[in-house]
C-alpha cells in the first residue's frame, strides 16, 4: 500500500485542528469538569521537612462550614502502592502512616462543599511532629547512595589509560539546580464513583497507566476504572506519574460517596507533581592535540526522594554522543528528604548534554579549535555503544547548516573580541542527540459508509499538537480530507498508548494508526475481492493506493472507487480495525533506533558593566526525521527553546536550610522567561525519514529545549571570558 507515497521531509504547516476550541475556551480541560453533589478536597501539607506526625487534630476542621470529611492517616484505611511501572516504582501511597518525608507531604485531605470552605477548614488542621534534620545535600554522608540507578551505565576500552596518555585533558564539575514544571493548567482531578466503577477526569500524559495504577490501588478491576483526559494543559513530565493526590481525590470521593474535584495550587505544584533535581557532574574529556576524543569519562549525581523513584539518565548522554574508543559513563542518585523529583521536559538529557557540551566548548578552548570543528570531527557515524549505523542521523548537516543560518564564520574565536553598541556579544554552539524512546502501542480506525472516518488512541493531548498530527496522518493514510477524520485520545478506555512523553507518541500512536489504516484497506478489499462490481476486485494493499475519498489500483488510477460507494452496496454502517506498534529491537532492525539530532547556535550579548545578559538570537536545526506539521513541530522546537532559556538564565527552585520548605513557590517568584527574554527564534528541520518505523518520524518534544543552556553557557564565556560551570547564569556572577 503506498498510502504515504510522496516522501517529503516536511508535512504541511496545517493550523491545530483543537485550536478554536481552545481559544474559546471549549476545550474541557480537567478543571473545567464539574458534576452534579461535587464537592471540593484541599491538601493540608507537612510542614517539617523530616519526622513524624505526634498528634493531629481536626477537630476544628470537622465542624468549619460545609466540611463533609477529614481524611487524615489515622481514617483513611489501607491503600495498596501502585505497582510498578516503565518510570520506576510508583509513589507510596498517600496517609498511609505517621512518617514524614519531605516538606510539603500530604498529612490531610479536608472535604467541603465548596473550594474556600475546603480551604478554609484546611487551615484549621492541627498538626503536631517531631521533626528531625532533614537530608537535604547531595553530599550528606546519612544519605543512601544508588548507582546505576537505571543500568544504563556505560563502559568500553580503557578511559584511565586514555585519559593519562591524552595530549589534552578537561576535567570540570557542572552543577545544576532544582527546576519546576510549571504548566499553565494546575494539575486537577475530579474522581466519582458510580457503584464500583471509578470515573476520573485527571490531568495526565499517561491514561492507561493512570487506570492500571488506580486499579490496583483501589483492588478493583482495571475495567472499573474510567481515566479521561481529552485535553491537558500542558504537562512537561508532571503529568507522567499517579500522583499521590489522584489517589486521595478519589478516595474522598468513595468515602463522601460524592464527585470530588482537587486541583493543586500553583505552591502545591511545587511538591506534588515532581521537579527536575539537582545534580553535580563531573566530566572529563581527553583528545589529541588535532582534536580526536580519545576518552569520555561523565559521572552524574542527582537527588531523589527517600522512598520513591526518577528516571534521570544523565550521564548516559556521554555514551551516544560522540565518537571515542574509551567511554565511561556512570549515574548515581542520592535519597533525600526532599518532595520526589520527576520527569521535566528532557529529564537527564537536558542536564547530561549541558554538561557534556559546556566540557566540549572547554576543550575546544584548550586546544585551540573552533568549537564547531570540535564537534565535527567527533561526528558519531555509527551508533557508539553498539556500532549499529543509525535509522537516521542529520547530525552534521544541523550543525552545518546551524552555523551557516547563524553566521558562526564572523565569530572571531577570542573571549571577548566582539562588540556591538557597547555590549560584549557572545557566540555559543551546542550540539544535541536526543535518545530515542518508543513502547508499544494500539490505535483503531473506523471508517464510516458517508466517508468519515474516527480513529483512537489513548495517548494523551498535552498541548503538542496530538489530535492535529494524528488527523493529518489518519487522513493520509485512508485517502480522505482532513476535515473527515476526527480523532479521539486521552480516555483509558481507548486502545492502550504509552505516555506523552520521552519524545515517543507520535512514533508510537502514529505507527499504530499505520497498522490500523493498512488493515482497514485490507478489509475493505476483502470485502470487494470477488465483486464483479468493484474495480477493485482482486488487489491485494501493495496494489492500491489511497485519496479522493476511496482507493484506485496503483497501475489504472482511473480504476477509482470510493469508501462510500463500497459501504452502501455492501450494505455496511462502517469498518474498523485495530492497529498495534510495537518497537523493534535494534537486532531485528540491524541499526540503532536514532532520536533527533540538533545543533542550537546562540548569541548572547553581555552588559560589561552590569552584568546584564540577553539573548540576542537563536537558531535550532532539528533533525526530527520526517515532520508531520512544519508549524506544530516548529512551535514545538520554540517552545522547548523557550525552557531551555528559562534553565539557562533564570530557573531556581529555592529551598530552606534544614527544612527543605521551598521558598519560591509561585510563579511570581519562580522566575521564568516572559516574552521580553526571548528573541527572535529561528527553526529548521533537515535529515529525511528515518526508518525505523513505517512513518518516518522521530520525536521532537524534548529537543527543543536541550542544547540551549551549554549554548548559553558558552556564549556567555565567549562574551565575557568568564566561564561560569553552574546554572543558572545570573548577573551577579558576571560582575
Ligand atoms: Mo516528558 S519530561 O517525557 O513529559
Sequence with gaps: MTTISRPRLLGPGVNRVDGPLKVTGKAPYPSDFAYRGMAHAVLVRSTVGSGRITEIDTTRAER?????????????????????????????????????????????????????????????????????????????????LRTNPWGRDAEWGDVA????????????T?????????????????????????LVNNSTQWASLESTSLAAIFGIPEESVHVMAPYVGGGFGAGLRVWPHVVLAALAARVTGRPVKLVLTRPQMFTACGHRPKGRQRVRLGATREGHLVAIDHEALTATAIDDDNFEPTATVSATSYACPNVSTHDMQVRLNIPVPNSMRGPGAATGNYALECAMDELAYKLGMDP???????????????????????????????????????????????????????????????????????????????????????????????????????????????????????????????????????????SAIYEACRKIVGEVLDIVADDIDSPLRGCTVDDVEVGDGGIRRRDDPARFESYRDILTRHRLPDLTAEGESAPSTPQELGMAPAGAF????????????????????????????????????RSQIIGGAVGGIGMALFEETVSDAGTGRIANATLGDYIVPVDADIPDMQVEFVGSWDRANPIGTKGIGEIGLVGLAPAIANGIFHATGRRIRSLPITMDQLL
Design 598 to 633: 540538533g545543533a542550537k547556535y546562540v548569541e548572547v550579548r553581555v552588559d560589561p558593566d552590569l552584568g546584564r545578559i540577553r539573548v540576542a538570537r537563536a537558531v535550532s536545526v532539528i533533525d526530527g526525521g520526517r515532520i508531520l506539521n512544519a508549524k506544530t513541530a
Design 174 to 198: 557542572y552543577l545544576t539546580v532544582d527546576n519546576t514544571n510549571n504548566p499553565m493548567g494546575p494539575l486537577t482531578t475530579v474522581a466519582r464513583w458510580e457503584g464500583d466503577t471509578l
Design 64 to 144: 468549619a462550614a460545609g466540611v463533609v470529611r477529614v481524611l487524615t492517616h489515622l481514617n483513611a484505611g489501607h491503600l495498596e502502592r501502585g505497582p510498578m511501572t516503565p518510570l520506576g516504582v510508583s509513589p507510596p501511597a498517600p496517609l498511609q502512616d505517621d512518617v514524614i518525608l519531605h516538606y510539603g507531604q500530604h498529612v490531610a485531605v479536608v472535604v467541603a462543599d465548596t473550594f474556600e470552605e475546603a480551604t478554609e477548614a484546611a487551615n484549621l488542621v492541627r498538626v503536631g511532629y517531631s521533626a528531625q534534620p532533614a537530608l537535604l545535600e547531595l553530599d550528606d554522608p546519612r544519605a543512601e
Design 161 to 172: 589509560g586514555a585519559l593519562a596518555s591524552a595530549e589534552a585533558v578537561l576535567d570540570e
Design 372 to 510: 564547531l570543528d570540535l564537534r565535527l570531527c567527533n561526528d558519531a557515524a555509527l551508533h557508539p555503544p553498539s556500532g549499529l549505523p543509525w535509522s537516521s542521523r542529520a547530525h552534521k548537516e544541523c550543525l552545518e547548516r546551524g552555523a551557516e543560518l547563524f553566521g558562526w564564520s564572523r565569530r572571531t574565536h577570542e573571549p571577548r573580541s566582539m562588540r556591538e553598541d557597547g555590549m560584549l556579544v557572545g557566540y555559543g554552539l551546542a550540539a544535541v542527540g536526543y535518545p530515542w524512546f518508543r513502547a508499544r502501542c494500539l490505535a483503531r480506525a473506523t471508517i464510516r459508509r458517508d466517508g468519515t472516518a474516527y480513529v483512537c488512541s489513548a495517548g494523551s493531548e498535552i498541548g503538542n499538537g496530538a489530535y492535529t498530527v494524528f488527523v493529518q496522518l489518519s487522513a493520509e493514510l485512508l485517502g480522505l480530507d482532513p476535515g473527515e477524520v476526527t480523532v479521539g485520545l486521552g480516555e483509558s478506555t481507548m486502545p492502550l498508548a504509552p505516555q506523552t512523553g520521552g519524545s515517543g507518541l507520535t512514533s508510537a500512536v502514529g
